[in-house]
């Protein structure tokens, strides 16, 4: 079984910064697209970012420009800055193998962000 751990959620006020961390330990890594997803209250969970093995990224519109994804292959780690914050990206943050926009894997807990204004 595949374990994604997410990390560095919290509470912050709007237009701060933070930054999640996923250790994904799993062979797959070193080849595998990976994304970061959110899950606001209510809603279904939504494609934020992604990277590939070889760094090329995408972004859901609603965060082009104030959130930055990044990996490190060796560690098995893949990172999300996320910069100017507002309300609107309070959610649960989850991160997986991505394909397509989609996690491929189980999910994991997951790491809760909230913004307040």
């Known amino acids: 079984q595949v374990q994604l751990v997410e990390s560095g959620g919290g509470l912050v006020q709007a237009g701060g910064s933070l930054r999640l961390s996923c250790a994904a330990p799993e062979n797959f890594f070193g080849v595998a697209n990976m994304g970061w997803y959110r899950q606001a209250p209510k809603n279904q969970r939504e494609f934020i970012a992604s990277i590939t093995a070889g760094g090329d990224t995408k972004y859901a519109d609603s965060v082009s420009g104030r959130f930055t994804i990044s990996r490190d292959n060796a560690k098995k780690k893949v990172d999300l800055q996320m910069n100017s914050l507002k309300p609107e990206d309070t959610g649960r943050y989850f991160c997986?193998?991505?394909?397509?926009?989609?996690?491929?894997?189980?999910w994991g807990q997951g790491t809760q962000v909230t913004v307040s204004s």
């Open positions: 997986n193998r991505d394909v397509a926009g989609r996690g491929f894997y189980s």
